[in-house]
């Protein structure tokens, strides 16, 4: 965490992450041959089984956090809003787990690229 300028505060964060993954897999799809030739099918129902697993990835981030709500003309004498400001996160996640589909495994890449923004508080 380092402060650039006062108020601007931004910090850099790594470190491994706990994914917890649910999906539902088609294990068979349920088909009917219509009338002669029989070179068309319709789609009657498939079949699919919940999975779920546990996997430890890893994470990357990068927060910017802007305390100046104090220096607002209008909120100037409010005191307390020097420990008030807003933030911004953007932080990479990455990990896999194989799920079984029948006798075969299933690698599911999990994260991605994640933002968020909110009320930061500092003490």
């Known amino acids: 965490m380092v402060q650039i300028v006062d108020g601007l505060v931004i910090s850099v964060s790594a470190g491994p992450t706990l994914i917890n993954a649910k999906q539902d ?14 070179s068309e099918v319709e789609f009657v129902g498939h079949t699919a089984s919940r999975q779920s697993a ?22 100037r004498n409010v005191a307390m809003l020097e420990h008030v400001g807003l933030g911004l996160l953007i932080r990479y996640v990455r990990g896999s787990v194989d799920l079984q589909m029948g006798d075969q495994p299933v690698e599911l890449d999990l994260g991605g690229l994640q933002m968020t923004t909110g009320l930061r508080l500092r003490f």
């Open 25 to 38: 897999i088609v294990t068979s799809v349920q088909h009917a041959e219509l009338g002669f030739p029989f």
């Open 54 to 75: 546990t996997t430890v990835g890893f994470n990357g981030g990068v927060g910017i956090d802007g305390f100046f709500l104090h220096r607002l003309p209008f909120l």
